[in-house]
């Protein structure tokens, strides 16, 4: 079993950066897709970006896409999202999750609050 722990959020203005990590512990991390997603308050949890085991393949929703880049590391059993050109609407508190089968997460870490002002 795995387990994950983000960092990285906080407030930012619009136009900026921010990198989010997450750190994973307790298992073999490049047995695992991972994948980062979102919930912004009153809306239901949705994909950010995804990225399969070996980091060949990736994923992004179409509202960050040429905008999040995902990437891992698995020496260092991290997944990170760095998030350029942040909007308003990317307000919302992120989550990294893991799967060992495509699009099945079983795994989430506790979240890291992202905050985009205008």
């Known amino acids: 079993q795995v387990q994950l722990v983000e960092s990285g959020g906080g407030l930012v203005q619009a136009g900026g950066s921010l990198r989010l990590s997450c750190a994973t512990s307790?298992?073999?991390?490049?047995?695992?897709?991972m994948g980062w997603f979102r919930q912004a308050p009153g809306k239901e949890r949705e994909v950010v970006a995804r990225?399969?085991?070996?980091?060949?393949?990736?994923y992004y929703a179409d509202s960050v896409k040429g905008r999040f880049t995902i990437s891992r590391d698995n020496a260092k059993n991290t997944v990170y999202l760095q998030m350029n050109s942040l909007k308003p609407e990317d307000t919302a508190v992120y989550y990294c999750?893991?799967?060992?089968?495509?699009?099945?997460?079983?795994?989430w870490g506790q979240g890291t609050q992202v905050t985009v002002s205008s």
């Open positions: 999750a893991a799967s060992v089968f495509p699009n099945a997460y079983n795994y």
């Open positions: 307790g298992s073999t991390f490049s047995s695992y897709n």
């Open positions: 990225i399969s085991r070996s980091g060949d393949v990736t």
